[in-house]
């Protein structure tokens, strides 16, 4: 059962709805994370379960309870901002201790809960420390121990590894989800970046202009995105609007322009609406040119040729367009050289 929903929220700026009649059910222990392009709504709708805003319609129930008037002073929820919003002025220890403070907790207790907390984010021996004394990813840790210290029903991330580098990161990342499993704390991640929410989360909501295009677990995201917005996303650059579509046994036959290809049969297409095929530059093959046309295969002609490091990336013209294609080689193909296309059958998949 979920912790908490969202039910036919609408939030408005300046009359411009940012959500409307959106939905989102949580449930208690999960890793969700909000994902999308700048504008899409991800921001809002956490700013919206910490209190920070008030939506126009719908509802927020928290536990059964409506929490939609409830004030974020008197929500125990914990935020986690993505600039930290530490006191350089005060200590480490008294940075965590904040929280636990304004809520009268004792003395003897607050120790107690800083040192601990300290423990799980590894800064033990760093409390009498001031926040300009520490590297970014330490502040983050004291910004998530202040969080988690007033022990929180719900934990929110508003993209807090944005400021770090790359590097830093990745580690960060690995340090969230560690101390989310250990404590088991439902948890709202806020990210426009697809490999740190698909590493740490249980569940991805893919965004785009205030709706949930796909709410599901990363690995089914990523083989299997629903729409073309999704599939775009992350990562699928090549499209296909096929004419026709036969459903057999185990696959799927599609035509377009005289040309016919057939894929693997998943039930994530088995909607007969689900016409576009979605192909990511590095799962085409493509070899010199050949007299016989294979089977799913296209002739073509290289009009672009970049270099990438560790690959080449083609721009190749066919008869269905143009088609960005990752390929790693010694020697690469020349601009104007013919090839042959082939797409695997277990590449493509059908988006709406």
């Known amino acids: 059962m979920a912790l908490f929903t969202l039910e036919n929220v609408s939030v408005a700026y300046e009359k411009k709805n940012i959500l409307e009649d959106f939905n989102l059910s949580i449930e208690k222990g999960q890793l969700v994370s909000l994902l999308g392009p700048s504008g899409c709504g991800k921001t809002t709708t956490l700013r919206l379960i910490a209190g920070f805003l008030e939506a126009s319609n719908g509802k927020f129930i928290f536990q059964d309870k409506d929490y939609t008037k409830v004030p974020v002073n008197k929500r125990n929820f914990g935020f ?5 919003a530490l006191f350089p002025h005060l200590s480490i220890f008294d940075n965590i201790a904040y929280g636990l403070r304004l809520r009268k907790i004792s003395k003897k207790e607050i120790e107690k809960r800083v040192l601990n907390m300290l423990e799980i984010v590894n800064l033990r021996g760093f409390e009498q420390r001031f926040p300009g004394e520490l590297s970014g990813g330490q502040r983050q840790r004291v910004a998530i121990a202040r969080a988690l210290v007033i022990e929180p029903d719900i934990l929110l991330f508003d993209e807090p590894l944005s400021n770090l580098d790359a590097n830093l990161r990745v580690n960060m990342r690995v340090e969230i989800r560690r101390i989310q499993q250990e404590l088991g704390i439902t948890t709202v991640y806020v990210s426009h970046d697809q490999e740190e929410c698909f590493s740490i989360s249980d569940q991805v909501a893919i965004m785009n202009k205030g709706i949930i295009e796909q709410l599901s677990d990363p690995a089914t995201i990523y083989k299997y995105p629903e729409t073309k917005f999704v599939a775009d996303f992350i990562g699928f650059k090549n499209f296909i609007s096929f004419d026709k579509r036969i459903d057999h046994k185990d696959y799927i036959e599609l035509e377009k322009a005289g040309l016919v290809f ?24 493509m070899e010199q040119s050949t007299t016989a046309i294979p089977t799913n295969g296209m002739t073509g002609t290289i009009k672009i040729t970049t270099f990438l490091g ?40 059908l988006v709406e």
């Open 262 to 285: 057939t894929i693997d049969r998943h039930e994530h297409m088995e909607n007969l609406n689900k016409m576009i095929g979605a192909i990511r530059p590095d799962d085409f093959i």
């Open 310 to 349: 560790r690959s080449y990336q083609y721009v190749v013209q066919t008869a269905l367009g143009d088609f960005t294609i990752n390929k790693e080689m010694v020697q690469p193909f020349k601009n104007g050289q013919e090839v042959t296309v082939i797409i695997p059958k277990n590449q493509m998949v």
């Open 80 to 84: 986690v901002f993505q600039n930290y």
